[in-house]
């Protein structure tokens, strides 16, 4: 049997990404040289949403990236199912500039370094900031993000899992913990 415990609604979704653009703005002065990508699949709402809040506050025509680093990955070989693999589209150049790479959930850092492997053959960035919903804790590997919306220590029989509208009909963020056996 599964607890769930309801971590953000909608309204508190929102703060946190509100929040999270402030930051990216106040640490990037020049707009001209800022680009958003957002990592496969919720990454990818999240970051067109902090990209809308960018435009509509500095009144600019950014458009997010997607990446999907699932082909980076040094588990996918392991698995024995078939990897989904989903689109990668960085409609502008990433050399030089200051590049937020988005995702909802920091959980080991293995998925992030995947896409910062993705990212480079792309180009060079000036810099590659990390911006997360959630960090969750308990990383393999020394990845730190430099926007946080929520910060929480999670147990290894936990989840933390976002629901965003575009898919599941709802904005929410859920902690599911599992019983042994589950």
Known sequence: MKQRELLMDKHSLDL???RITHQILERNQDFSKLGVVGMQSRGVFLAKRIVAKINELEHL???????DPTLYRDDYRMALKQPVVRI???PFDINHINLILVDDVLYTGRTVRAALDALVDFGRPKTIQLAVLVDRGNRELPIRADYVGKKI???PNQEV???VAEIDGEDSLWLTEFEEGD
């Open 88 to 90: 990668t589209d960085i």
């Open 153 to 155: 220590t999670t147990l």
């Open 16 to 18: 946190a990404l509100t």
């Open 161 to 163: 899992a976002l629901k």
């Open 61 to 67: 025509a950014l458009t997010a990236g997607t990446v």
